[in-house]
């Protein structure tokens, strides 16, 4: 019985980590979608050209000794870590929205498309010719501790990962739920003429957009970062596909869908590698996410396709 | 106030308008009528700025405003209420309200408004919490016209206003549009319904396939045969 609980309660954590991951990611897809209605292929590389920013951030600033002196020290490291490493990521998506994508913006909707795979082709391929073709190892300065609660081995990675997700989605959704700028997104998104009408200036709320979600993806991939231990140039392929996929089912364009759906993706995973397959783990949430599209077509929070259109 | 001279717009190659010359003068009624495909909602777009005219310009307040993009047009106080009605559906009304006064930073400016607004349509008072797209046609269409007074127009283009709504809805929306003439607010109006706008406005353009062909006082063009004819449905 207690063995039981213990594998469940594992997968759990295990899902809710990773799913928090594909969440962050999610959200970027997300987000630029509500705004343009486009699919941002580029937005994969954020998750890696997060987690090469955050570490050499790391690095660099684990040179200063003040850094590593003490737990509080510490601390501020990874903060400033990631800090430094989403306002870059951040910088660099509205840089890409500017050149790749603003000048297209009444091209019909391929050329965007093609745009983004273009930027993500390039940015895949930055880093394996100035970078490295090889994985590289991602230190972690703290010592990992596990508990070991009701049978499951929880570790204190993954309860750094999972509280700084939920606070991170707290941040966003308080910002877009309350704040004045949150509010020219949501208008942007639902109407966008009609919100250039109320004084909103479009340009700068696609900027905006195109500034958190990358910053929130690019957190994410400083997480598998540490999480996993080693970075790649090609490390946001598959987390890119699967976090699209998260933002679809917990229907695209809506925020709190695509953080159920990043978890329920991650749970799914979890549990299907722990009680059915390694092997066949994505095969199993892939096929249980489409019998979920076919019920529901629009996502699970989404508006019905009609609606959309 | 406001001072088009010649405005030519285009949809890619179709010029939509070719050279279009209207005035207001502060605190008149001014219709655009004119049947489907005029360029009536063209006109409007383009005095708003979300489309740049080829040709032409565009004076407020002595100030050229052709070829800003809609915010800053916004930002000078002429407000489009567009066809349609637009409203935000995922919003509450009271959001919605809200958005009409972005560009404000005047709180108490802003609470008396709202009372204004609400005063105007107490039907939107019982429903500030329900979401815009849950509105009736009618109530959307007050929404809208309250969502624009939220930005204090200096002159409000109002598109279409009676599109689609039942002949007592389309009473009060006329009514407003007097009483909010009455109280300050100049107002440029684009109608298909050319027998009520004529009654309400004191100046009118009518036209045709791009181009003004025929301007006048309200009555003058009511009484005038043509539009008789070709407006009014007389034989
Ligand atoms: N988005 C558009 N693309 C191409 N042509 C358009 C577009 N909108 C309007 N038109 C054309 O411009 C002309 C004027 O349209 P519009 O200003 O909407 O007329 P009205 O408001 O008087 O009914 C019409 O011939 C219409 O077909
Ligand atoms: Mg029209």
Redesign the interface.
């Known amino acids: 019985m207690s063995v039981e609980f213990g594998i469940i309660g594992q997968q759990l954590v295990n899902g809710l980590t990773l799913g928090g991951m594909y969440a962050l990611l999610a959200l970027g897809y997300t987000l630029v979608y509500g705004i343009l209605l486009m699919i941002n292929f580029a937005h994969a590389e954020m998750f890696m050209f997060g987690a090469y920013v955050g570490l050499f951030t790391l690095q660099g600033l684990s040179r200063i000794e003040f850094f590593t002196s003490s737990g509080p020290a510490l601390l501020l490291l990874y903060v400033l870590t990631f800090l430094i490493a989403m306002v870059v990521t951040g910088i660099l998506g509205v840089i890409i929205e500017r050149f790749a994508y603003r000048p297209l913006r009444h091209a019909p909707r391929l050329a965007p498309l093609i745009s983004a795979i273009g930027v993500s082709l390039f940015l895949q391929n930055a880093a394996l010719l100035w970078i490295s073709s090889r994985s590289i190892p991602f230190p972690v300065l703290f010592e990992v501790r596990t508990f070991r609660i009701a049978g499951a081995n929880i570790s204190s990675m993954q309860i750094l990962i999972i509280v700084t997700t939920i606070l991170l989605m707290l941040v966003l959704d308080t910002f877009v739920s309350r704040t004045?700028l949150g509010?020219?997104m949501?208008?942007t998104s639902?109407?966008r003429?009609?919100?250039?009408?109320?004084?909103?200036?479009?340009n700068r709320v696609i900027a905006l957009t195109f500034f958190i979600g990358p910053a929130l993806g690019g957190a994410a991939g400083i997480f598998s970062g540490m999480y996993y231990g080693n970075i790649k140039y090609n490390m946001g392929f598959i987390p890119g596909i699967k976090s699209f996929t998260a933002a679809v089912i917990g229907g695209i364009g809506n925020l709190r869908g695509a953080m159920l759906g990043g978890f329920l993706l991650g749970l799914l995973e979890s549990l299907a590698a722990a009680y059915i397959s390694t092997g066949y783990k994505d095969v199993i949430a892939f096929a249980i996410l489409i019998v979920v599209l076919i019920f529901k077509p629009g996502g699970l929070l989404g508006e019905s396709v009609a609606e959309k259109v | 106030m406001l001072k088009v001279n010649d405005i030519h717009t285009f949809y890619g190659k179709i010029e939509a308008l070719k050279g279009i010359s209207i005035e207001v003068q502060e605190g008149e009624i001014v219709t655009l009528i004119g049947a489907n495909g005029a360029g009536k909602s063209t006109t409007l777009k383009t005095i708003s700025g979300q489309l740049a005219p080829l040709h032409g310009s565009i004076e407020f307040l002595g100030e050229a405003i052709s070829g800003m993009p809609s915010h800053a047009v916004t930002a000078k106080h002429v407000i489009q209420v567009p066809e349609g009605r637009r409203i935000f559906p995922q919003m509450s009304v009271r959001e919605n309200l809200d958005m009409g006064a972005f560009l404000r930073n005047d709180k108490e400016g802003i609470a008396e408004d709202l009372e204004k607004v609400l005063d105007l349509f107490p039907r939107l008072r019982e429903r500030l919490a329900q979401k815009g797209g849950t509105l009736s046609g009618g109530e959307q269409q007050m929404l809208a016209i309250a969502r624009g007074m939220m930005a204090r127009p200096k002159l409000l283009m109002l598109d279409e206003p009676s599109m689609g709504l039942a002949p007592v809805i389309v009473d009060v929306i006329f009514e407003t549009i007097k009483r909010l003439n009455e109280a300050g607010t100049t107002i440029l109006l684009v109608e298909q319904n050319a027998a009520m706008a004529l009654q309400v406005a004191h100046r009118g353009y009518v036209l045709e396939t791009g181009s003004v062909v025929l301007q006048g006082g309200g009555t003058e063009l009511l009484r005038n045969e043509q539009v008789r004819k070709t407006y009014l449905g007389e034989v």
């Open positions: 004045r509010r020219a949501r208008a639902q109407d003429d009609a919100a250039g009408l109320m004084g909103v200036d479009i």
